[in-house]
């Protein structure tokens, strides 16, 4: 157990030596003098301000203690400062990924209630009408992109019935509850429908293997309600493998708001690694990238973490 | 799929691998026959798909022929400055899906955003069958440290989300020419293939055909190239389907954004986005290339599912 929880940690460790490296390594494959690249196009190009970045960045230093030197105050929390806006990186991170996040779990959640009896309905009457159904709808719910689930939703809700605003953010520290789930509702329910059609086929496909199994029968056998022994017999052996995809998606799902925060203006990190990326702000580009992505590799080591915990064939193994 | 570590693995990843498992029968002889023997799903999806691939491809010549070719026109047309064409028009015999708000032809606009979303594709699934089926069948066959280092590698950038990284990439070049979008995503694409192609060459490195031909001393490039690729490739055209129903999304991701092929050339994602201010006003701009781009994501999901089953079902029978 021990041995495996450590190479797992070895592991998420390299992993994101090399992940950060990658993200380190994009700018300095920029074309051309990087401090050309990294200063607006309408900024005085004076010596002091160029000698000055190239101090700052250490561009005359080798490239591996140039990536030490980034690593280093990287990990104490200083991912560089805007050239652009002048805004510290981890305070626009501090600013903008709480709404990420919110949106991602919320989606999740929403995925949830309805992927739950969705998958549950479609193994309880696997083959008949019902099945079918749901799986069509179930397909047709994978394919739909997200930006243009928003953008339906946004013509249904706000223009063809007032009910919810198409765009901006009310927090939830500041505004209360309603008015944050007001303006977190939509743009989660957009970001909600492929990981509900995922969650929903594999809790279906799962769920078909358990009611196969001979304790199902014996229960059957005793004359217990199919609910009671859907719910109570069923239902946990058949969330192993879903437990893991919804880590994996919610990872996947704080990557994937970029779109849906850009639709409907929050002021997330998406939006903000967008608006970066048109104005050429590589720092900040570098920095979300970065941040985004170790978050997505640590929360896929702890659900893998967790699987192991879970499940006592694998921690044997 | 949980011991060799989720921290890499995307979620489809993951069903593809474990589908090589399944088992089932295949129906159908060749070509035709497997058509025939499709589910309905699939063969609508087959027909939807054939019709996009001509549809661009038409357009694409009506380009070259300097839009002499009857029934799409210039997509940059704009009727109401050159014309009598007003904006926002429904559908009529001149404009089959009508116009949008510059007056331009909707449908003649879907078709050559088509053909962006059919180069991606092709160019996704180029890059990934060749490199990463090549790379992966090497592996999954010799093992060792080969196969440590490579995957390791695939399993860094399968470590990034796929449109953050995407995002970060495609942010550093100046110009995004259609070239340029389908290169980023193509090289994006070998790792899922490697992975895929991987998994398939180990099982198959184990088959008697296998042995039978290293017993008889045959060289092992030729084993890799005769015995293992082409046994390996039925799995990775299944792949390429679904794979292509998501880099479709992905590059209309990247056009909503406004970051793909530049304007004034129309893709679905950048209509899309253009329509999308003018919502108060008329969804019908909106509706049509969300249709095109929903359309050919469900039919290329439903043609990679019915594929993936066959291609288990006949690696199983090997």
Redesign the interface.
């Known amino acids: 157990m021990i041995k495996v929880l450590l190479s ?1 940690l070895l ?2 460790v390299l ?1 994101l030596l ?2 950060s490296f ?2 380190f390594m ?1 700018v300095k ?3 051309g003098d990087p401090v050309n690249t990294l200063l607006p196009p309408d900024a005085p190009r004076t010596p002091e301000i160029v000698a000055q970045i190239r101090a700052d960045l250490g561009l005359d230093d080798p490239v591996w203690q140039q990536y030490l030197d980034w690593l280093g105050s990287a990990l104490s929390g200083d991912l560089g400062t805007s050239y652009v806006t002048d805004q510290p990186v981890s305070e626009i991170i501090k600013d903008r990924f709480p709404v990420t996040f919110e949106l991602a779990l919320f989606a999740t959640l929403i995925a949830l209630v309805f992927a739950i009896p969705a998958g549950i309905v479609g193994a309880y009457r696997e083959g008949r009408m019902i099945d079918k159904t749901t799986s ?1 709808a179930l ?2 719910a ?4 997200n ?2 689930a928003g ?2 939703l ?2 249904l809700f706000t ?1 063809q019935f007032q009910i919810f605003p198409s765009t901006g953010w009310s927090r939830l520290t500041d505004a209360g509850l309603w008015a944050n789930f007001e303006t977190a509702f939509l743009p989660s329910l957009a970001l909600a429908l492929a990981p509900m059609a ?1 969650y929903a086929r594999l809790l279906r496909a799962d769920m078909i293997g358990v009611l196969k199994e001979d304790y199902i029968l014996s229960a059957r056998a005793k004359g217990l309600r199919d609910r009671y022994i859907l719910f109570r017999h069923a239902f946990r052996p058949s969330t192993m493998s879903l437990m ?2 919804i ?3 919610f ?2 799902l ?3 708001t ?2 849906i925060e ?2 409907f203006a929050l002021p997330g990190l998406g939006s903000r ?2 608006s ?3 104005q ?1 702000d ?1 720092i900040v ?2 920095g979300i ?1 970065v941040f ?2 170790a978050m ?2 640590i929360i ?2 702890i ?2 973490l967790l ?2 915990v879970v ?1 006592p064939r ?1 921690r044997k ?1 | 799929m949980a011991d060799t570590g989720i921290v890499t693995a995307g979620a489809d990843v993951a069903a593809h691998e474990a589908a090589i498992v399944k088992q089932g029968k295949v129906p159908g002889r060749g070509f035709w026959g497997a058509i025939k023997a499709a589910p309905w799903s699939a063969k609508l999806s087959i027909f939807w798909l054939s019709f996009i691939i001509f549809a661009a491809v038409y357009a694409k010549l009506n380009n070259w022929f300097d839009y002499s070719l009857p029934l799409i026109q210039d997509p940059y047309y704009q009727g109401n400055l050159f014309g009598t064409t007003r904006p926002t028009e429904s559908p009529s015999k001149a404009h089959w899906l009508g116009t949008d708000v510059l007056a331009r032809d909707t449908w003649s606009r879907i078709l050559n955003g088509a053909w962006v979303s059919l180069v991606v594709a092709l160019a996704s699934a180029a890059f990934g069958i060749v490199i990463g089926g090549l790379l992966g069948s090497f592996v999954g066959y010799v093992k060792g440290r080969w196969e440590t280092s490579i995957m390791a590698g695939m399993d860094v950038i399968l470590a990034f989300p796929a449109l953050v990284l995407l995002l970060a990439l495609v942010s550093i070049w100046e110009v995004r020419s259609l070239a340029v979008i389908s290169l980023v995503i193509g090289v994006l694409s070998i790792p899922a293939y490697t992975r895929i192609a991987r998994a398939n060459a180990l099982a198959i490195s184990n088959r008697e055909f296998v042995q039978a031909a290293q017993a008889i001393g045959t060289k092992k490039s030729t084993i890799l190239l005769r015995e293992i690729v082409p046994n390996v490739l039925p799995a990775l055209f299944a792949y390429a389907l679904v794979q292509a129903g998501f880099v479709v999304v992905l590059e209309g991701t990247l056009s909503f954004l406004g970051l793909s092929v530049q304007l004034p050339e129309p893709t679905w994602g950048n209509m899309i986005n253009e329509a999308r201010r003018d919502i108060r006003q008329t969804i019908m701009p909106v509706f049509w290339p969300s249709l095109f781009l929903t359309l050919t994501v469900l039919s290329l999901n439903q043609v990679g599912d019915w594929l993936q089953q066959r291609a288990a079902v006949r690696s199983s029978a090997l």
Do not use: E
Not at chain 1, 142 to 145: A, D, E, F
């Open positions: 797992r592991r998420l992993t090399a992940v990658i993200t994009m494959l920029l074309p069509a397909s047709v994978l394919s739909i992109p930006f243009i953008l339906f946004i013509w223009v995922i893991t995809v880590g994996l998606t990872g996947a704080l990557g994937g970029v779109v850009q639709l690694l967008i970066a990326i048109n050429r590589i580009i570098q990238t985004i992505a997505y590799v896929n080591t659900v893998d699987y192991l499940d694998i193994g």
